[in-house]
């Protein structure tokens, strides 16, 4: 049993709980306590002791049904046979004869597992696909493609090979029984196939969603197809919540250092300035102020897209964000941003200056003369674009000058190194200007780039 | 207690608390259970009203201890939770004991001498006469062990939480004048949350976590059975089936099990018979919080009142 509670805890991990060695320990002393015998009381222990939230308990007690939900061996076929077996001699003697000759006197030299089939005991079948299974390491299957191999492998280890000879044997000698096994066989092929599918479903949950996370992750945001859109979403919400539990600390760090010598004699009045209490200087860290300039013209969108999605999600860390979008002119988009569900949002922006194509001179006139107060020395500038201005005037003049008023500018670019500066692209020009200058394709980079800009406000 | 059989055990845990008017689930009775025999806190999460903080009580009850409830606030820190010392104490005494100093270091002949002399006092100050103990020291402190209930920990400070933490592993504090302080009898701990936010994970690791939900319909009845004797069995089942229709509706505040509580005792005070539309609608107001939440319930009433007879009939 012991055994078996170490596989449910691989198979927890798989359903997405996070257990940890300590909590395998707790969870096993609360399993010592109550026991295995009841059921319902080894559940309760467990999602106590292993869930930490509503949501894992809901995925662990599905986990719990299916990982003690031994699969049938075989549906209903050995529940007809069994009864011809075992009553047949006495109640239907039409089909019986058969199946009598057969099931009296089980032929010598057939192998275990034949006999086993053919003695119908099905617990006996069970628990040796279980063991067999454990033998395979069933356990280790982490893709559905691997569900071949694992089958061969259980049937292997309980000896098909003999049983294949024992089949070629009877159908030489006793076709009846012969017959009898090939049925048998099936139905456990079948019961065996039923047991690696649920494997895969216990164990491999997990690591294919890791692959798929993975790939997701490094997939260009600008090329993802439309089914896609939706798990990216996922996947920048989770990013927003990582970098949210990464920089959302208490902003009073310093608590020890140098005291603070006017807030210690206020203090300690009452004691006649004697410092009972003492009260330290304290360095207070200021959150991020983050100005995004977004360009949302044909190419860069989807990209803009995720990009706001991050830093919108991200309240707890960020203090206070302007955003701003632009292709030939630039408007204000952050009420539309923190208004509306983030489809709706985008697609108004879109309708609003979306599709034309961009003038980055322009745009940045745009922002000089509206919005140019909205920087301070605290502020970071990100602007998210291809800079490619259609051979328009880059107006490089205002981002020196947006630069000056800013903390940090910061240029991210959808496109690789290797364009910039080709063909209308002014990233060269534009470059001097920035603190910064990244490559920002996928969500990984995504990912990076926000967290240094949060990071270097810690 | 040990040689029991644990499903045995588990409904003795049931039937005590249910002497202490606490109707339990089986999953709150395991969780007790366990928390007892293998000494972790048990974190109980739920929506406002469930019972969360009776359970403490029942338990203390149970066992006939006593209980210390710590509730946690926004800017609750180890001053308040845990202890403080006599600030005044200590310099009333310094004050009173100023003669006794000077004798004390009136025979020291050097400036270094003296220094060593008010060495050796100084601890005198620092020690456990001098210490106030909050409700955490309490707690440890109590001999024969108790039920310590912290309360609503999502309102206190995340820096809160991690000095919990040692309190929560091991039963002990550290306080830096004095050294380690162990409980005597490890106490019963219960935190509870209402998940204002989430909590840490190195705290959820450290204890059971027990999510209560509002309670399925028999449960429910057997709760306002327990605490309301004098209802009639027909006005109950009726009640409660409307409780659990109206829980079916997007409330802002959903009514909990305090709540049927309450309206089980109003009713009776109007001595209600039965359920019928304008007794509803008088009393809604016992149920359903917000404004907004009583105009969104009141069409519904009489269809509810009509499924919770019908289910009556079949239940």
């Not at chain 1, 061969?152 to 024992?166: T, V, Y």
């Not at chain 2, 089980?264 to 008088?282: G, H, N, P, W």
């Amino acid at each position: 049993m012991r055994e078996n509670i170490h596989r449910f805890f691989r198979a927890a991990r798989g359903a997405g709980v996070h257990v940890s060695p300590a909590e395998s320990i707790d969870a096993m002393r609360a399993v010592a306590q109550v026991g295995v015998s009841d059921r319902t009381i080894l559940r309760d222990a467990l999602l106590l002791t292993l869930a930490k939230s509503q949501d894992e308990k809901l995925a662990l007690g599905d986990c719990f049904d299916l990982f003690f939900s031994q699969p049938e061996p075989r549906p209903d076929q050995p529940e007809v046979d069994r009864e011809d077996g075992s009553q047949g001699t006495d109640r239907s003697p039409s089909s019986s004869s058969a199946s009598e000759a057969g099931e009296g006197q089980p032929p010598e030299g057939l192998g275990p597992l034949a006999q086993m089939l053919l003695s119908q005991d099905r617990n006996a079948i069970a628990a040796a696909i279980a063991s067999a299974s454990g033998a395979a390491s069933l356990s280790d299957i982490r893709y559905s493609t691997q569900r071949g191999i694992f089958s061969s492998r259980i049937l292997d280890a309980m000896g098909l090979q003999r049983l294949r000879d024992d089949l070629d044997e009877l159908t030489a000698t006793n076709p009846a029984l012969a017959e009898r096994l090939r049925t048998a066989l099936d139905a456990f092929r079948e019961a065996v196939r039923d047991t690696v599918a649920q494997g895969l479903a216990l164990y491999a949950r997990e690591e294919a969603e890791n692959l798929r996370n993975e790939i997701l992750r490094n997939a260009p945001l600008a090329r993802i197809e439309r089914r896609q859109v939706a798990e990216m979403r996922a996947l920048i919400r989770q990013i927003a919540r990582r970098l949210r539990e990464r920089y959302s600390k208490p902003r009073k760090r310093q608590r020890r250092g140098h005291l603070d010598v006017r807030r210690t004699l206020r203090r300690n009045a009452a004691w006649g300035g004697v410092p009972f209490l003492t009260a330290w200087k304290r360095k207070h860290r200021d959150r991020p102020k983050i100005v995004a300039l977004c360009d949302v013209s044909g190419s860069v969108a989807q990209v803009s897209d995720f990009f706001l999605l991050l830093i919108h999600s991200l309240h707890e860390v960020v203090d206070d964000v302007s955003s701003f979008a632009f292709s030939s002119h630039l408007i204000d988009v952050s009420d539309i941003l923190e208004s509306k569900s983030p489809e709706e949002a985008m697609a108004e922006i879109m309708s609003k200056v979306g599709f034309g194509s961009s003038d980055y001179g322009s745009s940045l006139v745009d922002f000089e003369k509206e919005f140019m107060s909205t920087l301070t020395p605290r502020t970071t500038v990100i602007v998210l674009g291809d800079a490619r201005s259609n051979n328009l005037d880059p107006r490089a003049d205002i981002l020196r000058r947006i630069s000056e008023r800013s903390k940090r500018l910061v240029w991210l670019n959808p496109e690789g190194r290797l364009a910039w500066g080709f063909g209308d692209s002014e990233m060269p020009r534009y470059a001097t200007f920035c603190s910064i200058v990244r490559q920002c394709a996928t969500a990984q980079q995504l990912e990076r780039a926000v967290s240094d800009i949060v990071a270097t406000y810690q | 207690m040990a040689e029991q059989k644990p499903s045995t055990a588990i409904e003795a845990v049931e039937s005590g608390l249910a002497a202490q008017g606490y109707i339990a689930s089986r999953q709150i009775a395991t969780a007790v259970y366990l928390s007892q025999q293998i000494e972790k806190p048990i974190l109980v999460e739920g929506p406002a009203g469930v019972g969360k903080t009776e359970l403490a009580k029942a338990i203390a009850a149970w066992r006939g201890m006593k209980m210390i409830r710590l509730q946690c606030y926004e800017g609750l820190d180890e001053a308040k939770a845990l202890y403080e010392w006599k600030y005044a104490k200590q310099l009333l005494y310094t004050q009173i004991l100023k003669d006794k100093l000077g004798e004390v270091l009136g025979g020291a002949q050097t400036l270094d001498a003296a220094l060593d002399q008010l060495h050796d006092f100084g601890d005198v100050f620092f020690s456990k006469e001098f210490v106030e103990p909050r409700p955490l020291l309490q707690a440890l402190e109590h001999p024969g062990g108790c039920v310590l209930l912290i309360d609503e920990i999502d309102k206190s400070d995340a820096e809160f939480e991690s000095l919990l933490l040692e309190i929560l592993s091991d039963f002990q504090v550290t306080i830096p004048e004095l050294g380690t302080v162990s409980a005597i009898t490890p106490p019963t701990v219960i935190l509870t949350s209402n998940s204002e936010r989430d909590l840490g994970d190195a705290l959820k690791r450290r204890c059971l976590h027990l999510h209560i939900g509002f309670p399925e319909q028999r449960l429910e009845e057997r709760i306002v059975e327990s605490r309301v004797p004098n209802i009639s069995q027909t006005l109950r089942r009726q009640m409660v089936g409307f409780i659990h229709e109206i829980r079916s509706l997007d409330l802002k505040k959903l009514p909990s099990v305090s709540e049927t509580i309450d309206w089980a005792r109003v009713l009776v005070l109007l001595q209600a018979s039965e359920l019928d539309t304008d007794i509803v609608k008088d009393t809604l107001n016992v149920l359903l919080k917000y404004e907004a939440d009583i105009e969104a319930a009141q069409p519904q009433i009489t269809t509810f009142i009509a499924k919770a007879a019908r289910s009556n009939v079949f239940g």
